[in-house]
């Protein structure tokens, strides 16, 4: 059956018997009225311009719609609702046993649970929406009509060959994957194809975060813009006028850089990326080996992120060296899961020897076994005089001047993207992953950048004062000797051009011989 999306969301035998009352939703019904294409009221004008740049009301539904809003403003309900109308209340085109999804993901396992139990409250509220369901598993519902609503933590790997009537994407600018520095856009990519042949709609909806990745994308390009990419921004107490202004206050307090996203729904500009992709891109030999074996005559140094065996972080290690000026990077190792970690360090001692390293240096992990367990193996453990945000910004103006020379290691490439700097209010700058990430791996490699970084490119002689003796047969300035008693090794050296040697009653310079 066609429904108009205002009226299933009014309809108390609809989505209304989920969502109740309107009166506290009015800015998301007129958005969402607007994003399918249904003409607003005066006052609904009014709020959809105030949310959407002051551009026009689209007159048709739009391709995709994106919604930029603060915390607590009902984004994941919205989702789900949007997820149960594109299945329920829109017509699909589909091939005789073709099975269509709309497909929500979601930034985590967490959040997809929270999405799936919207979805699944929305459609049992209402006697006629439970009476379509057919069958319901963890993540996914399947309804009488051939479309099943699913709900998954976000990966781009699952999407590709499956048929989308809709994808929603919720909260995307905090999606994160260990393989990708951008899933946001690698996941994009991978969806398109699936919706076009049923001429599907994308959803995206999530507080906004720093200016990188695919809603920041769009948010530049669209808000504000005719087309049929409708982009709205709108604080949180726009979107939900039931949050109380002490508490909202309370929050930007505590924390008022973090505030102007999370509450005022504008991305951040005190956080901005580490290094562009340029510099990382310009650093990263394609086609070489992960690691490069030792060599004689090379001077090697090495870097540890050390971890205790538990949780998520990972016992890293990386050597370095300098050649001709660069700095490259000859290896990168992680441990991560459960492990011994003293285990780990006898191996990894094993591999510092093979490159004639005898100490190493390691980042301001305080536990004491750190120090010990690699003295035990006969190296010895120097704890790094630089914190972490130090050792990235020496490394960085290594990157800038193109002076590195990195692997393509997937882990290690992907955290140097995400590595993020803050400006704090004192005005200092803070380098550190994003919330939720990780960094083992470029801390270990920075660390080992930083070392070799502080190796002369040249190792200039040393400066000595000229000896003069009389009766020498060459006695001017920069005239060494050879006399075993003047110092061995330092050879005499021609006369210039011209040279009259003065008698030896009277030196022509008139140093004295100190040896």
């Known amino acids: 059956m066609s429904v108009e999306i205002d009226h299933a969301l009014s309809d108390h035998r609809l989505l209304g018997g989920g969502f109740g009352c309107l009166d506290t939703w009015c800015t998301w019904l007129a958005v969402l009225k607007a994003a399918f294409g249904r003409p607003l009221d005066a006052h609904e004008r009014e709020i959809f311009t105030a949310v959407a740049g002051n551009r026009a009301v689209p007159k048709n539904r739009v391709r995709e719609f994106w919604a930029v809003a603060g915390r607590r403003s009902g984004k994941s309900r919205v989702a789900a609702a949007i997820a149960v109308y594109l299945s329920l209340f829109c017509k699909h085109k589909l091939a005789r046993g073709e099975t269509g999804m709309v497909l929500t993901l979601a930034g985590s396992r967490d959040q997809a649970r929270a999405v799936f139990s919207y979805v699944r409250g ?24 051939g479309i099943v609503i699913a709900v998954h933590s976000n990966s781009f790997r ?102 102007v996203s999370e509450w005022d729904a504008a991305f951040r500009v005190d956080i901005s990326a580490w290094l562009d992709d340029a510099s990382i891109d310009r650093a990263i030999e394609l086609g070489r080996p992960l690691e490069l074996p030792p060599q004689q005559g090379i001077v090697y140094r090495a870097f540890t992120d050390a971890s205790g065996g538990v949780g998520a972080d990972s016992y890293t290690l990386s050597i370095a060296h300098k050649e001709n000026n660069f700095c490259i990077i000859d290896l990168v190792r992680g441990t991560a899961g459960k492990f011994d970690p ?51 910004r020496e490394a960085e103006a290594l990157f800038t001047r193109g002076l590195v020379r990195l692997l393509d290691h997937a882990k290690l490439v992907r955290e140097l993207r995400l590595l993020e700097r803050i400006t704090h209010r004192s005005g200092k700058d803070q380098v550190t992953h994003p919330k939720g990430g990780r960094d083992d791996f470029a801390n270990a490699a920075c660390g080992a950048l930083y070392l070799v970084g502080r190796i002369p490119a040249v190792v200039e002689p040393p400066i000595v004062s000229p000896c003069i003796i009389p009766g020498r047969p060459w006695n001017w300035p920069g005239a060494y000797h050879t006399d075993t008693a003047a110092g061995a090794g330092i050879a005499n050296t021609p006369p210039p051009p011209g040279f009259d040697r003065p008698s030896s009653a009277e030196p022509w310079f008139p140093y004295v011989d100190k040896w």
Request: aromatic share 10%.
């Open 158 to 259: 699952t999407i590709r060959g499956r048929t989308l009537a809709a994808a929603i994407f919720d909260e995307i600018s905090f999606w994160r994957d260990e393989s990708s520095a951008l899933p946001d856009v690698e996941t994009y990519r991978a969806v398109l194809p699936s919706l076009a042949t049923t001429n599907g709609m994308l959803i995206g909806i999530s507080t906004p975060y720093r200016k990188l990745g695919l809603l920041h994308q769009k948010w530049r390009d669209h808000f504000g813009q005719e087309g049929d990419v409708l982009v709205v921004q709108g604080r949180s107490q726009a979107f939900n006028p039931t949050l109380a202004d002490s508490v909202i206050a309370a929050q930007r307090e505590a924390d008022p850089a973090g505030a």
């Open 122 to 145: 929305l459609l049992e509220a209402a006697p006629a929406l439970r009476a379509e369901i057919v069958n319901v598993s963890r993540y996914e519902i399947e309804l009488k009509n």
């Open 342 to 392: 003293h285990q780990v360090t006898r191996d990894y001692a094993a591999l510092c020897r093979e490159y004639h390293v005898g100490e190493i240096v390691g980042d301001s992990y305080s536990a004491q076994w750190v120090a010990g367990t690699w003295r035990e193996t006969g190296i010895n453990y120097r704890r790094s005089a630089l914190v972490k945000s130090d050792i990235y």
